[in-house]
């Protein structure tokens, strides 16, 4: 779907959801309040400089959601290594 928008399942919330190839976290953000505050996004893309983008709104959408703590995180990473990183 690149470029042309992401489709979302229905039920999404307290998934836990990965996003490859985050870019700049739009869509990490728009996962984050699809699966609520007891679900959890991780955004991860090769690009430090769209990963510092993306890590400077987390606090605004934390809130903006109203969630009382953070559900996404943004990890620096290539998409091909992901076997790599036990935690995803």
């Known amino acids: 779907y690149f470029g042309c928008g992401l489709v979302f399942p229905p ?8 996003d ?3 870019g700049s976290g739009r869509d990490v953000y728009i996962l984050s309040s699809l699966v609520g505050a007891q679900g959890y996004v ?3 893309d090769m690009t430090k400089e769209q990963l510092d983008v ?3 709104f987390v606090d605004y ?3 903006e959601f ?3 703590k953070v559900n996404v995180e943004f990890r620096l990473g ?3 290594q ?4 036990p935690e995803l």
């Open 20 to 22: 490859l190839g985050c």
């Open 54 to 56: 993306a890590n400077r």
């Open 78 to 80: 290539k998409i091909e």
């Open 66 to 68: 109203g969630f009382e």
């Open 82 to 85: 992901l076997t790599d990183d």
């Open 42 to 44: 991780v955004g991860v």
């Open 61 to 63: 959408h934390t809130k």
């Open 11 to 18: 039920k999404l919330e307290g998934c836990r959801v990965l």
